[in-house]
């Protein structure tokens, strides 16, 4: 599989990035794309392998699915870190690469990274959806999950469980978890979703 030295994400014509946090808001930082990937065969790209832009760290050099870096410094300096120096304020860690196939002629990417927040408080699942549009390498959105998130394949999309906060609840403290279904929808071209369930506490599988 070839490597890239720099996967630089374009967003899709029309698709709105969203990022969702646990309040269900949006976040800022969303990094600047320079240029576009080449991309001809999805299935062919090494995410593991190369530098990957993650909002606001700018782009992140990734070896064997990890890369480290820190977001307190200036925006024109570069972000990465040597994981095992000590002087990290994040690690980042791609712990999914699915791909997926909801049309015949469509071949998409979900990528899962998880963020760790190393000199603070906070650890959050980031996913990434990507495909090869005229060539380059797009991604139709984006989203983050406070605490983690799992990711279950269902026949027509994919179940996404996360944190859910109830009204009185702290940010440290959530006791509920949610179920998000996402499916595929041919005119948005996009996994849209359609379903989101509050779990009962007996009812939580993970």
């Known amino acids: 599989m070839p490597k890239l030295l720099d996967i630089r994400v374009v ?4 698709a709105a990035v969203i990022i969702l946090c646990f309040c269900m808001t949006s976040a800022a930082g969303q990094g600047q794309v320079k ?3 080449p991309c001809d065969d999805i299935s062919k790209i090494d995410f593991r392998n190369g530098s990957l832009d993650l909002g606001g760290f700018g782009l992140l050099a990734f070896k064997e699915g990890r890369a480290c870096g820190n ?3 200036g925006v024109h300096q570069d972000r990465n870190c040597e994981c095992e120096s000590g002087k990290c304020g994040w690690d980042m860690k791609v ?3 699915i791909k997926l196939r909801p049309e015949p002629n469509t071949r998409l990417r979900l990528l899962i990274v998880s963020e760790t927040h190393l000199t603070g408080s906070g650890a ?3 996913l990434m959806l990507f495909e090869c549009q005229d060539g380059r390498l797009t991604t139709t959105w984006d989203r983050e999950y406070l605490y983690g998130a799992t990711l279950t394949q269902s026949a027509n999309g994919f179940d996404v469980e996360s944190w859910y ?3 009185h609840e702290a940010r440290c403290c959530p006791t509920r978890k949610q179920r998000e279904s996402f499916h595929w929808n041919s005119i ?3 996994y849209v979703p359609s379903r989101r369930v509050v779990l009962k506490p007996d009812a939580q599988t993970h």
């Open 165 to 167: 906060w109830l009204p």
């Open 188 to 190: 948005q071209h996009t």
């Open 95 to 97: 712990t999914d690469d």
């Open 71 to 73: 977001e307190e410094i």
């Open 35 to 37: 240029q576009a990937t």
């Open 11 to 14: 967003p899709a014509p029309g």
């Open 124 to 126: 959050w699942a980031r």
